[in-house]
């Protein structure tokens, strides 16, 4: 079968040999796989990545001189099921699943593996029990926007809302725009964004950002504070030492970037007692100034990933139209043009989502 491989620090296409699924597993046929941010930093910076993995005792980090297939973020379609399986579900049915195999040894992941096969191949295995069934005939490219809507539905879920905060996202890439959407669901307003990319501000307004803000014309943390502002009654009940702060409300921000230097802008910029959600992933190493959070009182909570509920939660949203995953979907490609829309995705301007769809 072909595959778009990372072989030696590059994206090339070539042939692997037909996965065969064992007891519990599922041969599926990948039909759709959003490249995902954190492919593009694996790329630059999997060294890193082998390195952080060492830390966890348990799981196995890639051997970098062999191949791995990336793609975590996919729809798939059954094929064939392995010996002694049930069949719960037919041939044909598309599905989605956490990016993991469930084996002897425990949860292993997909698609930053030497050994389990992520979704740039044109076939690959799944855990049956994993399995989730896609509904009301949602189109394989929007359900695979599944996954990164998840790490959006986990990431306001961690940052336990309490209802008063005032949010800001940094950063309007996929990953930002499921924020929004997870805060527009929950119902937190008004919603604050942050982004370069006049695609992307736009993007964020139909996620449901109330507002949205160029952060080369207005300063981010300016535009927040206006909307933060406090109400006559929200004033009069504070404590007396507190009323010598400014009156704003909670700030609530997620980090969505993942670049290094930008923690530290948030130290210098967020306001005393803000919380900082931090969703992108920074593979570099970073430097900020503790005193300055020290100073504020900042609290920092980082996040990764999803639950299996979330997962299945985020499906739902999508099927069900609570969130318009079409509109994320900027281009879609075979394996051969893989490595170019990496190249493209350089440019946030130019694309938000590019879908691989390995049949093609």
């Known amino acids: 079968m072909r595959a778009a491989i990372f072989r030696n620090g590059k994206i090339v296409v070539d042939t692997l040999p037909e996965p065969k699924p064992r007891a519990g597993q599922v041969l599926v046929k990948s039909l759709a796989c959003g490249i995902c941010g954190s492919d593009l930093h694996a790329r630059q910076h999997a060294h890193r990545m082998v390195e952080m993995t060492k830390h966890f005792p348990g799981r196995k980090p890639m051997d970098l001189s062999r191949d791995v297939v990336f793609g975590h973020e996919f729809c798939c379609e059954i094929l064939d099921y392995g010996a002694n399986t049930a069949r719960k579900l037919k041939p044909g049915t598309k ?41 009301n005939g949602l189109k394989a ?63 964020a307004e139909r996620m449901g950002a ?97 639950t299996a509920n979330e997962f299945a939660h985020s499906l739902r949203l999508i099927a069900e139209g609570e969130v318009d995953a079409a509109s994320l979907v900027t281009a879609t490609v075979g394996i051969d043009g893989v490595a170019q829309a990496f190249a493209d995705l350089a440019n946030p301007g130019a694309h938000t989502k590019i879908i691989v769809e390995p049949w093609r």
């Not at 740039?120 to 509904?135: F, I, K, T």
């Not at 527009?184 to 736009?202: E, F, L, M, Q």
């Not at 502002?229 to 970037?257: D, V």
């Open 95 to 135: 599905v989605c699943s956490l990016p993991a195999l469930l084996t002897p040894e425990g949860p292993q992941g997909i698609g930053y593996s030497n050994d389990n096969i992520g979704a740039y191949a044109e076939r690959m295995l799944l855990s049956v029990p994993l399995l989730l069934e896609v509904p």
């Open 210 to 306: 109330d507002i949205v803000v160029d952060p080369a014309r207005t300063e981010a943390f300016a535009a927040w504070a206006e909307r933060a502002a406090m109400s006559a009654l929200e004033k009069a009940a504070r404590p007396s030492l507190r009323a010598m702060l400014p009156a704003l409300r909670p700030a609530l921000i997620f980090e969505c970037f993942g670049i290094p230097g930008l923690l530290q802008q948030l130290f210098e910029g967020a306001p005393r007692d803000a919380r900082i959600v931090v969703v992108g992933v920074c593979m570099e190493t970073d430097r900020s100034e503790p005193m300055l959070a020290i100073l504020k009182e900042l609290s920092v909570q980082y996040v990764l990933g999803y």
């Open 141 to 203: 490219e929007h359900a695979a926007l599944t996954e990164p809507l998840a790490v959006g539905v986990h990431a306001v879920a961690r940052a336990n809302i309490g209802g008063n905060e005032v949010p800001l996202v940094i950063g309007c890439g996929p990953v930002g725009l499921a924020v929004i959407a997870a805060l527009r669901i929950k119902g937190v307003h008004p919603i604050v964004a942050s982004d370069y990319s006049p695609a992307r501000r736009a993007l």
